[in-house]
């Protein structure tokens, strides 16, 4: 039975947003407060990321993760990846290096944002040990097989990750045909959805159905939420089956 806990939940800004005054931002429900998004991914004695968010290292803490044999990229912006000097405590843990996954704009990006890390500095103060891994097809973690998803942020090609009957997507606004052919016959499809009104380079709500329409999968969560969607308002609009996720939420597949 595979696992999986939403670490985060939000957008890039987070949630609540700084400086703003609006009613999600200033809500007292638990569950509109969301930080930047990634999942937690465990299944037997495999522990994976799908990206190390801004606040990781709370989230880490949060969800008492010990362990982590992977982080699967979507893509190199900074609410996805600048948890990744945290990735150094698992390292120093385990006494190897954490493989981390990505298309080649993801691990070029993420090469030249931490080159700090791949290049030879003084000793002292740490570094996370990472091994970089592009990928474009399927490849296995321990007992774990994956799948990569191609589909694009506006004009970015990033990746979607399928695990046995899970996928997620976020940050997208396309899904190429191909990439639609791996969504079948999914138990739980996890979907980054921003809004109610269109977004140049996110799935709104009515597109993220549109998209449950055709794939059909039997649950469905959205994520990747910005301050425009209340918690409770959005669960009473959606039909059955389909729901927003909120940090901390935690599914056994």
Known sequence: MMEITFLGTGTSHGIPVMTCSCAVCQSEDPKNIRTRSSLWIRERDTSLLI???TEFRLQAIR????????????????????GFDDLRVF???????????????????????????????????????????????????????IQPIPILHGQIPILGYRLGQLAYITDCSYIPPES????????????????????????????????VQKVKPRRTYFTHISHLLEHE???????KGVLPAYDGLTLRI
């Open 91 to 145: 390292s120093k843990l385990s006494g190897q290096s954490v493989p981390v996954y990505g298309n080649e704009p993801t691990v070029r990006e993420l090469r030249e944002v931490f080159s700090y890390v791949f290049r030879k500095t003084q000793e002292g103060g740490g570094k996370p040990q990472v091994e970089t891994i592009t990928v474009d097809r399927p490849f296995q973690i321990k007992d774990l097989v």
């Open 51 to 53: 990206d190390t968010a």
């Open 180 to 211: 639609m052919d791996l969504l079948q016959g999914l138990e739980v499809l996890i979907l980054g959805v921003i809004r109610h009104e269109p977004h140049p380079t996110h799935m709104n709500v009515e597109q993220a159905l549109e998209l």
């Open 233 to 239: 308002e959005l669960t009473k609009v959606l039909p």
């Open 63 to 82: 969800a008492n993760i010990q362990r982590v044999d992977g982080v699967l990229y979507t893509h190199c912006h900074a609410d996805h990846v600048f």
